[in-house]
């Protein structure tokens, strides 16, 4: 894994997360929620790196199935839950109000659903990620066959290369997703140059970047 690659996405996660940091969504509950989401899809972020700067490679690629899941959990909590879904993962945390949550949609319904209700340059990359990693990131979240496989033979290069610049594509659309919480749309365009900086280190991101933005302000 070349150093250049690791240490460039280091640089992008910590901008944004001087982004994330620094800012605070249009104040409304839904907003918050949703910032709350991000926040949780960047701490993932913060541990996959890690692990792979530890060579804890499959830990790793099983953690990027979580951090993809957290990010569409904040896209549909801002473009797709009902504001009874809301309000509902808003409750105070006791046993009655974790059998309600239980019951909320999980990353396919909610994908179907931002099919409908998203922006649709927003939710193509989900999609797209979806289709080409579901199956084996299954796979190491299960301890199946891919796990395995790399548990005996390593990790090759190519593999790394592929889950380095994903995290990093979900973590520039999680960036991209707080600048549109806040409705400014200055925060947006300082994503968008990160995307342009950091551009070697990022899958094509043409479709995150035009994520509709509500409530915008100058």
Known sequence: MPVE???KSNLLHDELIAIYDSVAPYPERRFSLTMDACGIA??????VQSLIAAGLHISATALLRVQFEALTRAMWLLYAATDIEIEKLLAPLNEDTQKTANKLPMATEMLKALEKHGPSMAVRPLMQFKAISASPMNSYIHSGVHPLQRHREGFPAVLLYQLVISSNGLNTMCGMLTAVLTGHTSV???????QTLFAEVLPPLEDAEKMASPNEQN
């Open 5 to 7: 690659l690791l240490a």
């Open 42 to 47: 960047f701490e993932h972020a913060s541990g």
């Open 188 to 194: 947006v365009r300082t994503v968008r140059t990160l």
